[in-house]
């Protein structure tokens, strides 16, 4: 079977992580297709939503292969990683659709990273989370060194990356690393019902609102605000252009549920 998987539930696609008996580790052919079906999901305008998930049950993904890359380095098959990084996320900074981390088991290295990359992580509880490049001499390349302390403050993130300590899905959660956490058993409809409560929305707003977050990040407050008012944010303009902006107002007025179309 293919390394990884795909699935269209509607607006929804779900890529999954196929290497169970290897704890869904990120070889390069693993990496190359998770690429190929996120550049689709880019692609597509009915695909509003993704869902990234491991299978098995034990892992998210335990990061890089060590044994490809042990290939590698006597004399084999390179390493390599596509140019949108780890998981084919990790390095894609133009995707403006939602994708969410359903993480089940462990995410470590590389996995969490995938993780952290998404916009939304759910967790079971027994899942846990680490970055131990360290103990292999390795650092966390796949955006770890910087996406961590952006997300959860430079003492905590130091801490992990230091200490190269796992954490589990609560102590996640707390750190503001996870969005939440469910009971082992029950990610199957905690990712259905978050994909209802984005798929409510529309599709073009939520792309506006996280290319806004995203790129005014970089900006001082005032002028990421003064942005969207001088056509600095190119979703916003799409959004502003579209039927569903009137749809929306329409559908306000007339007490009834949007009808989207992502245009």
């Given amino acids: 079977m293919s390394k990884v998987l795909t699935r269209i539930d509607g607006h929804v696609l779900t890529v999954t992580i196929n290497r169970p008996e290897a704890m869904n580790a990120?070889?390069?052919?693993?990496?190359?297709?998770?690429?190929?079906?996120?550049?689709?999901?880019?692609?597509?305008?009915e695909l509003w939503i993704a869902v990234v998930r491991g299978a098995g049950g034990r892992a998210f993904s335990a990061g890089g292969d060590i044994r490809a890359m042990r290939t590698a380095l006597?004399?084999?098959?390179?390493?390599?990683?596509?140019a949108t990084g780890y998981g084919g996320l990790t390095s894609r900074f133009d995707l403006?659709?939602?994708?969410?981390?359903?993480?089940?088991?462990?995410?470590?290295?590389?996995?969490?990273?995938?993780?952290?990359?998404?916009?939304?992580?759910?967790?079971?509880?027994?899942?846990?989370?680490?970055?131990?490049?360290?103990?292999?001499?390795?650092v966390a390349y796949a955006g770890g060194m910087h996406r961590l302390p952006r997300q959860i403050g430079m003492k905590r993130a130091m801490e992990l990356l230091l200490t190269?300590?796992?954490?589990?899905?609560?102590?996640a959660a707390e750190w503001g690393l996870v969005n939440e956490v469910v009971d082992d058993g029950t990610l199957d409809a905690a990712i259905a019902r978050w994909c209802e409560l984005l798929c409510a929305n529309a599709p073009l707003a939520l792309r506006a609102t996280k290319a806004a977050v995203r790129d005014g990040l970089a900006l001082p407050l005032d002028e990421a605000i003064r942005?969207?008012?001088?056509g600095g944010y190119p979703a916003i303009e799409a959004m502003r252009g579209s039927r569903d902006v009137v749809e929306g107002i329409m559908a306000f007025n007339q007490k009834r549920a949007a009808v989207w179309e992502g245009r």
């Fill in 164 to 171: 190269a300590r796992s954490i589990d899905a609560a102590q």
């Fill in 96 to 138: 403006d659709k939602p994708v969410i981390a359903a993480v089940e088991g462990i995410a470590m290295g590389g996995g969490f990273e995938v993780a952290m990359a998404c916009d939304l992580v759910l967790a079971t509880r027994s899942s846990s989370f680490a970055l131990p490049e360290p103990r292999i001499g390795a």
């Fill in 26 to 45: 990120l070889d390069p052919e693993t990496q190359a297709l998770m690429s190929e079906a996120f550049d689709a999901f880019a692609a597509d305008d």
């Fill in 227 to 230: 942005r969207q008012d001088a």
């Fill in 74 to 82: 006597e004399g084999g098959a390179p390493y390599t990683i596509p």
